[in-house]
């Protein structure tokens, strides 16, 4: 295996923010020359994949700044400092669905940037849901929806379904189906 | 459908860096009151789906600073300024593997981190290929890979596939399987 690794040998703070921190790292490469990486500092995040009892998948409506859209999404949201990935999946789906469940299975985990942030979020499987209320934090605005595979894959097409977190629920829950058959 | 949109009042520019900028964006939230946005711009992004006649898929070992560790993903990299993601993604696929696609077909698109970023990633399907010659960056230092869709998973499960992109290039290569079938 080829050495890859890069050494850090001066690191600047850009900025500290609510969610994120930007840093500028000087590396030097593995053939000994230098060179800058920018690096978002990300606390991790949570998202859920929840299949109703009419076999839908809960989704939500969300406007992203970011994207200058609104998109829909899997229940999602990031780590409260100290908290457990297991909680926040727990918490982030009752506060935008209402939905409490029972049970939270860890699907897989993923970084979602990895050439600039590490960002890292796991993905749970709720099971043993009954309906709570919904309480969203006081900047956050979603609307909830549900839906089939086959609107899913249409939301997909339409651009209306556009985030990897949620792609990635979709072809679970597609896996999932043969899997069982 | 609720109003879900933020009207932006005050962009502050942070950061202006080679590959990433950070803005701090004042929104209007549609209760009335105010929030602030953490904005990182991207340039955008492609990653490429190629299965070898051995059915195994290409992938590339590179150490990522961010996570502080190597990972293991589909080959992929950033667009240059102006250039179609069709291109960015025959010339990334030869310069990290040396493979010329003589026919690249899209797969999907997705934002990876809405919440935070507007990095879109364009993912293609790479066929007809032939063998050319490896010829990465300066400051880039990849070890390709082959693997068959088993050792993936395990590859998953190890942590050392560990990116949306290729996590999602895996569900899509499996789920192919299934729809030929």
């Known amino acids: 295996m080829k050495k890859l690794y890069e050494e850090t040998i001066k690191t ?19 053939n000994g020359s230098h060179s800058k990486r920018e690096i978002v500092n990300h606390p991790g ?16 409506r969300q406007y992203r700044k970011a994207l200058k859209k609104s998109i829909i999404e899997i229940p999602a ?22 939905i409490i469940a029972g049970i939270l299975k860890e699907c897989d985990s993923f970084y979602t940037s990895p050439g600039f942030a590490n960002e890292l979020v796991y993905v749970y499987e709720a099971e043993n849901l009954r309906q709570g209320e919904v309480h969203t934090d006081e900047d956050e ?17 339409s ?23």
């Open 12 to 30: 600047e703070s850009i900025y500290k923010g609510k969610i994120i921190d930007l840093e500028l790292q000087e590396v030097v490469l593995p």
């Open 45 to 60: 995040a949570v998202a859920v994949i929840c299949i109703t009892g009419e076999n839908k998948m809960v989704m939500v």
């Open 77 to 98: 949201g990031k780590l409260d400092a100290g908290e457990k990935p297991e909680d926040c999946a727990k918490r982030e789906l009752e506060e935008e669905t209402g």
């Open 141 to 157: 605005f979603v609307e909830r929806m549900d839906v089939t595979l086959t609107e899913a894959k249409k939301l997909i097409r």
């Open 159 to 181: 651009g209306e379904i556009h985030d990897a977190k949620t792609i990635y629920a979709i072809q679970y829950w597609e896996l999932k189906q043969y899997n069982k058959a």
